[in-house]
């Protein structure tokens, strides 16, 4: 039983040492906010306070956090102007607030799966030759808050991830994927900035989608 054991886990480091992991990080969105109303927007963020309660859920890291969203969004030029309020008193026209990410209540298989020991331990059972493929849907909610109305957004997040021999092979045949390779930060590093701008154009793709909902909140 000891040396099952100590075959795992040397079968394990292997596996992710050697960069056997690919993640999703979205396809290229084209979009245009030309004609857009959301660009009479003004539009001021809230932080969530400290003592806020996420309940089951937890608070968004970077690069999917408050601070990231609210320049990428100001990047793109979605509103007239996006910022976070601290202390001063600028005008707005709608309020972003209680900005979450929440995981399903109740996990497909495949979202099992996107739990890092569950997906170990899958990868050891199946000697890795099978791809452990994982994937997850969150829901990325925010209110917005006008003089008269307010109105809860959900936009959905995707995370997958696949681990095993063949995970390399994935981004040869699918752009929307990339390998992670430990040993190459300035690889993963790339990885991570294709994310945030695949993920964030997603993002403002899907808000503009809403572009009437918002209008009537001014």
Known sequence: MKKIIQFSICLLAIIICSGCVSTYVYQKYEFTTENSKLKSLTVGVKRNPDNFDYKSTYAPLPPLD???????????????????????????????????????????????????????AMTVVTLSIIPVYCSLEYDVSFTLEGNTDKKRFIIKRDKKGI????????PLVNSNWEHDNPKNKKHNETTERRFIKNYYDYFATTLLKFEDEIIQLK
């Open 163 to 170: 681990v095993g021999v063949w995970a390399p092979l994935f």
């Open 66 to 120: 408050i601070d990231t969203l609210v320049s990428s969004l100001k990047a793109r030029d979605i509103f007239k102007d996006i910022f976070i309020i601290e202390n001063e008193s600028r005008a707005v026209d709608l309020i972003l607030s209680t900005y979450l990410h929440r995981e399903p209540g109740v996990y497909p298989f495949g979202g099992v799966l996107c739990i890092p020991m569950i997906a170990q």
